[in-house]
């Protein structure tokens, strides 16, 4: 089959949890095409440098500097973004007339749906949290769902029933009509066997639209003493920039690795500092890491995942306004994080999906 797959460009999170899927396709002999541009195509290259990428203009949100204008600042975007969701399907019917894929998966790009070619959405996100209240919740849960309820399938990307690591995100009272949970996905894989971890490694990961990304970078930064008994690798998650003109000593940056190169320093990493994202939150899961979450300021959806696994007595976490690296670091290496609470990633759900799609039947290897 021939196969387009296209991320959501809001972050890298969206492009790093269809490593997994770009995996099983190529297992399956599938054709694979991905649709991206800018940063997203740049880590999917580093990954899978012998497939077709063709570009694709993203939604190029941004985020405010201040979180108590998160909301306001998306709203006034909302014209944007619908223009981007009519551009895309506009750019499915030009593209298809030169590839006739057989699929397209899309993930949360939600224009790209057109009559005649079979098409799936992923998320992780039914019940969208604005911020604005219950009721504002309850309107955005409708649209979302007749949008979603357009496409032939929607993966939810989490476990069904009460373990799933979305918490009320992905498990509403209802979900859609089309909807089949896939489980987690995660671009790393866990090994079999114990693995030691460096003592007191520390491992930054930066993540997420402009200007937070740079703003929680900037303080990490600074809060790193010279005299610090950690030793720390940080992971900008800027694939196309540049490496920070004055860093601390002994800092070991990259500006983005693939997945091989991250499962490496999270393996060997004691803990990991990131924010609250669902897709870290998938590779903290599949590793068994500790870590300490730094929701991006005013997101309400990484705001409520930090807090519910806070709750669960899982991880620490702390507002970016009132961070203080090394104080929180020690606070949070005493909670289990995912250590005790989730185990290697199989896919199992995520294969099946896929094999019921393309017409044959999962058998356990």
């Keep these: 089959m021939k196969i387009l797959l296209a991320p959501l460009d809001w972050g890298l999170g969206h492009a790093t949890r269809c490593i997994p899927i770009i995996r099983y396709l190529l297992e399956k002999d599938c054709d694979v095409t991905i649709a991206a541009e800018g940063a997203a195509a740049i880590l999917l290259r580093s990954n899978s440098p012998e497939l077709t990428i063709i570009p694709i203009e993203g939604y190029k949100i941004r985020y405010s500097r201040y979180a108590g204008a998160f909301v306001f600042k998306i709203l006034m975007q909302v014209p944007q973004i619908l223009k981007a969701i009519h551009h895309e399907r506009k750019w499915l019917a030009k593209v298809q007339e030169q590839y006739q894929f057989d699929l397209v998966i899309s993930d949360n790009r939600y224009g790209l749906k057109i009559g005649g070619l079979p098409s799936v959405i992923m998320t992780h996100q039914l019940q969208i949290r604005s911020g604005a209240g219950a009721m504002i919740d309850r309107l955005l849960l409708h649209a979302h769902y007749r949008i979603l309820e357009q496409f032939d399938q929607c993966w939810v990307v989490d476990h069904q029933g009460q373990n799933g690591i979305g918490g009320a995100l992905s498990h509403p009272r209802r979900i859609p009509s089309n909807a089949r949970y896939i489980g987690p996905l995660s671009q790393l894989t866990r090994l079999p066997f114990p693995h030691q971890t460096k003592k007191g490694g520390v491992l930054v990961l930066l993540s997420g639209p402009e200007p937070q990304r740079t703003l929680l970078e900037q303080k990490i930064l600074a809060q790193i003493s010279a005299d610090s008994p950690y030793e720390y690798t940080v992971v900008g ?115 099946k999906a896929i094999d019921a799609i393309l017409g044959v039947t999962y058998r356990v290897s």
């Design 237 to 351: 998650g800027n694939p196309g920039g540049s490496v920070p003109d004055e860093l601390p000593l002994d800092i070991d940056y990259h500006t983005h690795l693939n997945a091989s190169q991250l499962q490496d320093l999270m393996l060997n990493a004691d803990l990991v500092v990131c924010r609250s994202g669902y897709s870290t939150l998938m590779d903290l899961a599949a590793m068994g890491k500790k870590a300490l979450l730094i929701p991006t300021p005013g997101q309400s959806e990484q705001e409520y995942l930090a807090r519910y696994l806070s709750e669960q007595g899982l991880f620490l976490w702390r507002n970016q306004s009132s961070l203080q690296l090394e104080s929180d670091m020690a606070k949070a290496l005493k909670l289990s994080g995912f250590s005790e609470a989730a185990g290697a990633f199989h896919h199992l759900e995520m294969k």
